[in-house]
Nanobody
Framework: VQLQASGGGRAQAGGYLRVSCVVSGRTFEIITMGWFRQTPEKEREFVAAITWVGGSPYYADSVKGRFTVSRDRAENTVLLQMNALKPEDTAVYYC??????????????????WGQGTEVTVSS
């Protein structure tokens, strides 16, 4: 499974951005797609996830109500729409694929494949 993240960029606080992740390869093995983010000061943290077949979303409390995760299986794409952005949302965002159904969706250790990351910067 290969993941290619794109989008992101810069926005003002209160604004919006969208990051996307195109998935290729053995997509039929995917159980859950996740989004994580990381800054130099913090460990990588869970942002959101969605089950590949059922489309059930999961969100970190810090983004609930502001971010929306979705997937288009026909296009093999996962989207993270980020609204009402805050400066603390500034990070490098990574998409990840879980193909083994081991562990929890919020744990980065549960994911087997990772994209290269895309940068999001929110200014106040």
């Amino acid at each position: 499974v290969q993941l290619q993240a794109s989008g992101g960029g810069r926005a003002q606080a209160g604004g919006y951005l969208r990051v996307s992740c195109v998935v290729s390869g053995r997509t039929f093995e995917i159980i859950t797609m996740g989004w994580f983010r990381q800054t130099p000061e913090k460990e990588r943290e869970f942002v959101a996830a969605i089950t590949w077949v059922g489309g059930s979303p999961y969100y970190a409390d810090s983004v609930k109500g502001r971010f929306t995760v979705s997937r288009d299986r026909a296009e093999n794409t996962v989207l993270l729409q980020m609204n009402a952005l805050k400066p603390e949302d500034t990070a490098v965002y990574y998409c990840a694929a879980d193909t083994s159904l081991e562990g929890r969706v919020i744990s980065e250790k549960s994911y087997d494949y990772w994209g290269q990351g895309t940068e999001v910067t929110v200014s106040s």
